[in-house]
């Protein structure tokens, strides 16, 4: 730093080396604030903020990839919301300001998002607003000072020089190697919505044709464990298809259930639907559909909705099919129970069969209440309204059903 300087008169003499001494302390204090330490200080400072951006891109990623979404908008605005801090932090390190840019203008879009997308009953919702309100500001008011202060850059040169087509391949694959991890990091995570009180669901529609996307499959992988003892999906091969739907069930999938490492070879029942996330609905995954039957197909919930989708539905009158277990806990069928099916032409009697399964036919259109009889004492089950439906189901286990009395 170059600088002038008046002598300063003491005592009849001017004092030039005591001046000179100043002006030499000041120049060398200048040069430590903007010597090569202080420069490599911010530029590793820089390296830090590209790197949290990644991250903040992935875990956004994550978050929207558990959550449902409805409509072409919002799948657009989940990548978005997610790939934008990625793109930022790829432009910050050759050019700040586009980075600020990039940073600032989505920022108010992916808050608002995460705060509609978050579960509602959540208590931390709260803290979820106040993490995503700086996490996505601060990175670009971060690049915008460093633009306006003439901040070293994080990379002093172009590693693709005059090579724009091999700069923005590598950034496009980084972006969908970090949705790839997301949608992976996503199967370790819950992904249902709350669904209260589960009553059961019928596994027909009224005009008898499966009301989910149904299928038997051998369960090939598990994935690790993450809730508990169970994980939260496995990649499976399906072996018979029930349902109508328009989209065709490939031969193998992701399943999204509970499931635990030892149930590997096992043949399973699926009453499932398509994962309406916004980055799965583009591969073959499928959910379980909350209050359904799915289950192994050793299970009598299985036996009784392979039994009615593999049957030709009744033509004439309706038809109350179920299961009955001994114990939730250890499933075992519970055979040689009576059972009572009160409707308009009556009480029809029947049994369970050695497989826990009981199957009346043949009944009238209306309403009707099953009940079961053991050591004398008869006791409602449920009650079916068959007034539109052509099959009914009720199955129940025992010790939930029925008390003795003293």
Same mark, same amino acid.
């Given at each position: 730093?170059?600088?002038?300087?008046?002598?300063?008169?003491?005592?009849?003499?001017?004092?030039?080396?005591?001046?000179?001494?100043?002006?030499?302390?000041?120049?060398?204090?200048?040069?430590?604030?903007?010597?090569?330490?202080?420069?490599?200080?911010?530029?590793?400072?820089?390296?830090?903020?590209?790197?949290?951006?990644?991250?903040?891109?992935?875990?956004?990623?994550?978050?929207?990839?558990?959550?449902?979404?409805?409509?072409?908008?919002?799948?657009?605005?989940?990548?978005?919301?997610?790939?934008?801090?990625?793109?930022?932090?790829?432009? @910050?390190?050759?050019?700040? =300001?586009?980075?600020?840019? &990039?940073?600032?203008? %989505?920022?108010? /879009?992916?808050?608002?998002?995460? !705060?509609?997308?978050?579960?509602?009953?959540?208590?931390?919702?709260?803290?979820?607003?106040?993490?995503?309100?700086?996490?996505?500001?601060?990175?670009?008011?971060?690049?915008?000072?460093?633009?306006?202060?003439?901040?070293?850059?994080?990379?002093?040169?172009?590693?693709?020089?005059?090579?724009?087509?091999?700069?923005?391949?590598?950034?496009?694959?980084?972006?969908?190697?970090?949705?790839?991890?997301?949608?992976?990091t996503s199967f370790l995570l819950p992904w249902?919505?709350?669904?209260?009180?589960?009553?059961?669901?019928?596994?027909?529609?009224?005009?008898?044709?499966?009301?989910?996307?149904?299928?038997?499959?051998?369960?090939?992988?598990v994935g690790p464990r993450t809730l508990n003892?169970?994980?939260?999906?496995?990649? @499976?091969?399906?072996?018979? =298809?029930?349902?109508?739907? &328009?989209?065709?069930? %490939?031969?193998? /999938?992701?399943?999204?259930?509970? !499931?635990?490492?030892?149930?590997?070879?096992?043949?399973?029942?699926?009453?499932?639907?398509?994962?309406?996330?916004?980055?799965?609905?583009?591969?073959?995954?499928?959910?379980?559909?909350?209050?359904?039957?799915?289950?192994?197909?050793?299970?009598?919930?299985?036996?009784?909705?392979?039994?009615?989708?593999?049957?030709?539905?009744?033509?004439?009158?309706?038809?109350?099919?179920?299961?009955?277990?001994?114990?939730?806990?250890?499933?075992?069928?519970?055979?040689?129970?009576?059972?009572?099916?009160?409707?308009?032409?009556?009480?029809?009697?029947?049994?369970?069969?050695?497989?826990?399964?009981?199957?009346?036919?043949?009944?009238?259109?209306?309403?009707?209440?099953?009940?079961?009889?053991?050591?004398?004492?008869?006791?409602?089950?449920?009650?079916?309204?068959?007034?539109?439906?052509?099959?009914?189901?009720?199955?129940?286990?025992?010790?939930?059903?029925y008390q003795p009395a003293n």
């Amino acid at each position: 730093m170059e600088g002038t300087y008046t002598p300063i008169r003491i005592g009849g003499s001017y004092s030039n080396s005591v001046t000179r001494g100043v002006i030499s302390l000041r120049t060398v204090s200048n040069e430590c604030m903007s010597g090569p330490l202080s420069k490599k200080m911010l530029r590793a400072l820089c390296w830090l903020v590209v790197v949290l951006e990644l991250l903040l891109g992935f875990v956004i990623l994550v978050l929207l990839g558990t959550r449902a979404a409805y409509g072409h908008v919002q799948v657009v605005v989940a990548f978005v919301s997610g790939l934008a801090p990625v793109f930022a932090g790829c432009v @910050a390190t050759r050019n700040p =300001r586009r980075a600020s840019r &990039i940073a600032l203008w %989505p920022a108010p /879009l992916v808050i608002l998002l995460l !705060f509609s997308r978050l579960p509602h009953y959540s208590f931390y919702l709260p803290a979820w607003l106040i993490f995503a309100m700086p996490t996505t500001l601060l990175p670009g008011l971060f690049w915008l000072v460093a633009a306006r202060r003439n901040w070293p850059l994080p990379l002093s040169t172009q590693l693709f020089h005059h090579r724009p087509f091999l700069a923005a391949t590598a950034i496009a694959g980084l972006m969908c190697l970090l949705l790839f991890g997301s949608v992976a990091t996503s199967f370790l995570l819950p992904w249902w919505e709350p669904i209260g009180d589960c009553g059961g669901r019928p596994l027909l529609d009224e005009d008898g044709k499966p009301s989910a996307i149904d299928f038997t499959a051998r369960i090939l992988f598990v994935g690790p464990r993450t809730l508990n003892e169970y994980s939260l999906f496995s990649l @499976a091969r399906v072996e018979e =298809r029930f349902s109508d739907s &328009i989209w065709n069930v %490939p031969r193998f /999938l992701i399943l999204r259930d509970f !499931f635990r490492p030892i149930e590997v070879g096992e043949d399973f029942f699926v009453e499932g639907k398509r994962s309406r996330g916004p980055f799965t609905r583009f591969l073959p995954v499928v959910e379980r559909v909350e209050c359904g039957h799915s289950c192994r197909i050793s299970n009598g919930v299985a036996i009784v909705a392979l039994r009615t989708l593999r049957d030709i539905p009744p033509r004439n009158g309706v038809r109350v099919i179920g299961f009955v277990a001994t114990d939730r806990r250890n499933p075992k069928p519970a055979s040689g129970i009576n059972i009572f099916v009160r409707g308009p032409s009556g009480i029809t009697s029947a049994m369970t069969d050695g497989r826990g399964v009981y199957d009346v036919v043949g009944l009238p259109f209306g309403q009707y209440s099953v009940e079961l009889s053991m050591a004398g004492a008869t006791r409602p089950v449920c009650a079916l309204d068959l007034a539109k439906r052509a099959i009914g189901n009720c199955s129940f286990v025992l010790d939930e059903v029925y008390q003795p009395a003293n």
